[in-house]
């Protein structure tokens, strides 16, 4: 008689602690869903204006509007009128863009690609 009464409370801790770890797993799955759904997502850098304000230089910060430099496929860069830098300098690393633009009434601009650099555009061009 001992045997059954210990063997059905063994039956009951067993279905008991399984229940207690498929809650458990549910609240889990639940707060990893609830973390994944509310994660900070990567924001895309700004597209920018050129100034020309610091120097002649693409790269520098300073010489864009925004204050963030253009580089990356659905990047724009504006080059509008009334700037004083049209001379730009690019780097000697690869620059991807999707397009320069260029505003109505905009100078001519000059553009200095060293040797061996690489400059692309995944959109208009």
Not at 11 to 29: E, M, N
Not at 33 to 46: I, N, Q
Not at 79 to 99: C, E, K, N, Q, Y
Request: charged letters at 15%.
């Amino acid at each position: 008689m001992l045997e059954i009464v210990a063997e059905a409370k063994s039956q009951v801790t067993g279905k008991l602690l399984k229940w207690h770890v498929r809650a458990r797993l549910k609240c889990y799955l639940v707060l990893v869903s609830s973390l994944l759904l509310f994660a900070p997502k990567e924001v895309p850098a700004a597209s920018d204006t050129w100034t020309g304000a610091v120097s002649s230089t693409y790269n520098t910060t300073g010489n864009w509007l925004g204050g963030s430099v253009p580089n990356g496929s659905t990047q724009v860069a504006t080059f509008p009128g009334g700037v004083s830098t049209t001379s730009v300098i690019l780097p000697a690393v690869l620059i991807s863009t999707d397009r320069f633009e260029f505003t109505a009434g905009s100078p001519s601009y000059i553009f200095s690609l060293p040797a061996r650099s690489d400059l692309r555009f995944f959109g208009g061009g």
